[in-house]
């Protein structure tokens, strides 16, 4: 049975902006084949529009490469470099949906996921939690949507060998986003 607009609580058509200060762009990375490293991003914007129907909903969003930070200096600086990001020459990256799809009781956002200029489609796992009005009149939407993607299919290579066998840094990397939005009004 697919969802409707009206069994969504608190569910409002219009144009909403991703809140900075309550939302986080975050990843992580298998590192030395035992753990993950994790980072987030610090600048980034997005919108997106509630459709009457929910599956009609877009969304679009943009991250600003340089705001990269995971804790370490040295290697956010690495990070940025070519061997990674390259943000001197490719300064954001972008993801663009094509579609909102029903699975089960949740939903997938389809999508265009754009990164060091080579532009691949991701779907999101979508986990809605829900709508409703701050102590400032604002009325916000949150939710968490999570992708998982290989750094190679955006032209992300370098590696090391590790000399217990293997390499330093896995090849899939964990999208996290834990967003909260306010319609504008």
């Not at 409707?4 to 084949?33: C, K, M, N």
């Amino acid at each position: 049975m697919t969802i409707t607009a009206e069994q969504i609580p608190g569910y409002r058509t219009g144009t909403w902006t991703i809140d900075p200060t309550h939302t986080e762009v975050g990843f992580s990375v298998r590192h030395l084949a035992i753990s993950k490293v994790k980072g987030k991003f610090e600048r980034f914007a997005g919108t997106f529009v509630t459709a009457e129907n929910p599956l009609d909903s877009t969304v679009e969003a943009t991250v600003e490469v340089a705001s990269i930070n995971t804790n370490q200096a040295d290697r956010d600086g690495h990070l940025r470099t070519g061997d990674f990001f390259a943000a001197d020459e490719f300064p954001e990256f972008t993801f663009k949906s094509t579609g909102v799809r029903q699975v089960g009781s949740d939903f997938a956002v389809d999508g265009e996921l754009t990164l060091r200029g080579v532009t691949k489609p991701v779907t999101f796992d979508f986990e809605f939690g829900g709508f409703g009005a701050d102590a400032y009149g604002n009325y916000k939407a949150g939710f968490t949507a999570k992708t998982v993607v290989k750094r190679e299919d955006f032209g992300i290579q370098w590696n090391a060998p590790l000399e217990t066998g293997g390499l330093l840094l896995g090849s899939d990397v964990t999208i996290t986003l834990d967003v909260q939005a306010a319609l504008n009004a």
